[in-house]
């Protein structure tokens, strides 16, 4: 299983940096120099993660290094709008790759932690933790985009969020 989850995960940190730099046109020299230098901390800390995860051998630590990515790819986010013209496409991008990164990665890893760890083990505590963690860091920042009237101009951006939202239910601790 870690085997097949690794060129997995690695592919979603991967495509999150390539496709957090998309544009509809061609961009210009200077444009390609700014998406470079905007993204270059967030490939960075992507690839640490996608190192640690590999280096995991447990459903749970997976989990938790699935979900750090996510809080990465959630701070860039939050930069992103704190900027006075928040790129609407990026955040469109940026948002599709935490859903991608949720449903394919963290979601299977936690299926099958729940299906290993007992309940009233320390697992299962550190399991809901995760699961908590995710779901409250998820909603957190879906709030916070929902509620900035300057992001409710693009519809690229709503169905992005909504994608990303549908995720929530799966994410919550199962209650045993």
Do not use: W, Y
């Not at 640690?52 to 459903?59: A, F, K, P």
């Not at 760890?117 to 908590?132: C, D, F, N, V, Y």
């Amino acid at each position: 299983m870690k085997t097949n989850l690794i060129p997995l995960v690695c592919f979603v940190l991967l495509s999150a940096f390539a496709d957090a730099q998309s544009t509809p046109r061609t961009p210009m020299l200077a444009d390609r120099i700014r998406m470079i230098q905007v993204n270059h901390a967030l490939l960075e800390d992507l690839l640490d993660h996608g190192i640690r995860l590999s280096d995991t051998d447990t459903h749970l630590g997976r989990a938790a290094e699935c979900r750090k990515a996510l809080v990465t790819i959630g701070g860039e986010v939050n930069r992103t709008v704190e900027q006075p013209a928040a790129d609407l496409d990026r955040l469109s991008e940026l948002a599709d790759q935490m859903t991608q990164l949720t449903t394919e990665g963290l979601l299977p890893t936690l299926e099958a932690a729940r299906a290993q760890i007992r309940a009233g083990s320390p697992g299962a505590e550190k399991l809901a933790k995760i699961e908590t963690q995710t779901s409250d860091d998820l909603q957190t920042l879906l709030t916070g985009l929902t509620l900035d009237p300057r992001l409710n101009r693009s519809e690229t951006l709503r169905i992005a969020l909504d994608r990303l939202r549908s995720t929530l239910p799966s994410v919550k601790p199962v209650e045993k």
